[in-house]
């Protein structure tokens, strides 16, 4: 199983010229998996949190595509904030980690990129569910 230390911040490639940026996202290319799922979060009101569950399965790339927002990772273990607010970086969650997403700034858009389609059992939603799972399952 994963742990926080194999989530990370990845330098995603940023072509610059005067008509502005573009960064460009490959399946299997600068993404370590086929995206079979892309949604975006936006209008979160001020205060408000999102995620608070884990997946089996599932890893995520995440990018704030526009302004910023706070993911809080947690392995059962020990927990680790990540800051996103740079549209050529992306988060890379791997699968059995804990997220919340809080501090979400006026107007921010936090793109999500996921190796799977939504399926609703690959989701662990109950943070005490989670810390079992966790025990349960051997570290990678």
Same mark, same amino acid.
Do not use: A, H, Q, T
């Given at each position: 199983m994963y742990n926080i230390s194999d989530c990370t911040i990845v330098d995603l490639s940023k072509v610059h010229n005067e008509a502005g940026n573009i960064t460009v996202l490959e399946n299997n290319i600068n +993404?370590?998996? %086929? +995206? %079979?799922r892309i949604y975006y979060l936006y209008d979160v009101p001020m205060g408000a949190d999102? /995620? /608070?569950h884990g997946h089996y399965e599932l890893q995520q790339y995440i990018v704030a595509a526009s302004g910023s927002f706070t993911f809080l990772l947690d392995d059962g273990v020990n927990k680790k904030s990540f800051f996103l607010n740079d549209p050529s970086k992306a988060l890379h969650i791997q699968p059995g980690i804990w997220r919340e997403i809080r501090d979400f700034s006026s /107007?921010? +858009?936090?793109?999500?990129l996921a190796s799977h389609e939504y399926k609703e059992s690959d989701y662990i939603r109950d943070y005490v569910e989670y810390l079992k799972y966790k025990d349960d399952t051997p570290i990678i």
């Open positions: +993404i370590p998996f %086929k +995206i %079979k999102r /995620g /608070g /107007g921010s +858009i936090c793109l999500v």
